[in-house]
């Protein structure tokens, strides 16, 4: 089992920032993706910004250009970096891990922007 904990997150004001960390524990090894989905009011969970193993992150055409995912391999981390924020980036933001061909997902936290 994977274990994803994020942290950051809250209320931000349109054309504002925020940064969201997560962090892996228990069976880590061979997680070969790591990143972040959202889901909105009445929406199915869409995938933001991942980054796997070796290969360039990949970002919905939705955050390109304003947000930015990094990860740290030693420390098991992801970050997200929103900058630009709008209104409709409102969501619950999920922290995603893939170890093997399984998935794994984080308990949410919200990101609510004002307009």
């Known amino acids: 089992q994977v274990q994803l904990v994020e942290s950051g997150g809250g209320l931000v004001q349109a054309g504002g920032s925020l940064r969201l960390s997560c962090a892996a524990s228990g069976s880590i090894s061979s997680i070969n993706a790591m990143g972040w989905y959202r889901q909105a009011p009445g929406k199915q969970r869409d995938l933001v910004a991942v980054i796997t193993s070796g290969g360039a992150p990949n970002y919905a055409d939705s955050v390109k250009g304003r947000f930015t995912i990094s990860g740290d391999n030693a420390k098991n981390t992801v970050s997200l970096q929103m900058t630009s924020l709008k209104p409709e980036d409102t969501a619950v933001y999920y922290c995603?891990?893939?170890?093997?061909?399984?998935?794994?997902w984080g308990q949410g936290t919200q990101v609510t922007v004002s307009s």
């Open positions: 995603y891990a893939r170890r093997f061909y399984n998935p794994y």
